[in-house]
């Protein structure tokens, strides 16, 4: 029963390239979330996301960055012309449809960015 | 605006002892509160959690009270063990709508458990 699976674990861009973070969702869960995690900071809400259908996207950045669900396959985060600040660790968290997703949900271990 | 505060950023507490986290927030639209552990290299795992409708939660070791007209909630931890050593995130959540599926977090505690 593996859990919340993300990768690359360590991904590194240089400036202006695209980054692509990938997360599958533990089996039978429907909802997916990401967050970010600046160094010295908590996490910080960017999308929540159920199949095919962008529920809450309130936290993502305006410009370059865009996420994903589809019907088949892993959740995407994309990031386009990376720039130093969005170096971070980005986490993505699934939960069931069957249970309130402020329940607490599982979380992945991570991809950590660095653009140089 | 940090909605969710974690004013320490650092305990340091002797095995056997008990540890307390506190978190203070300021919206008052948030109904339901959690906590995750850390540590390094690894996502957060949750732990416990609690309901605005409640005033405590325990579970095992672990017990979580929520003083709702102070906007405060505190985690203890009893007694406290070397493996409990992580950083320790507060979270909350707002009540239905899209709002459900978002936490706002604080920017954690270091909790060190020396044996």
């Known amino acids: 029963n593996a859990g919340v699976m993300q990768n690359p674990r360590h991904l590194v861009r240089r400036r202006g390239q695209e980054a692509r973070l990938r997360c599958s969702p533990m089996k039978g869960h429907s909802h997916v979330y990401w967050y970010r995690q600046l160094p010295e900071e908590g996490l910080k809400f960017m999308v929540y996301?159920?199949?095919?259908?962008?529920?809450?996207e309130s936290g993502m950045p305006k410009e370059r960055f865009s996420a994903e669900f589809p019907k088949e396959g892993p959740s995407i985060l994309r990031i386009q012309q990376v720039v130093r600040g969005d170096s971070a660790a980005y986490f993505c968290?699934?939960?069931?449809?069957?249970?309130?997703?402020?329940?607490?949900?599982?979380f992945g271990s991570g991809t950590r960015l660095t653009v140089v | 605006d940090q909605q969710v505060k974690q004013n320490s950023p650092s305990l340091s507490v002797q095995e056997g002892r008990i540890s307390i986290l506190n978190c203070d927030y300021t919206n008052s639209m948030f109904d339901y509160f959690l906590w995750y552990k850390k540590y390094p290299a690894e996502g957060p795992t949750f732990l416990i959690s609690?309901?605005?409708?409640?005033d405590k939660n325990e579970d095992g070791r672990f017990t979580v009270f929520l003083n709702k007209s102070a906007k405060h909630l505190s985690l203890h931890i009893v007694p406290s063990q070397p493996g409990d050593s992580a950083v320790y995130f507060c979270a909350a959540s707002g009540a239905g709508g899209t709002s459900y599926g978002k936490l706002t977090f604080g920017q954690g505690t270091i909790l060190t458990v020396h044996p």
């Open positions: 996301l159920q199949k095919e259908n962008i529920i809450d």
């Open positions: 968290a699934s939960s069931p449809p069957e249970k309130p997703p402020n329940y607490g949900y599982t």
């Open positions: 609690i309901s605005s409708i409640k």
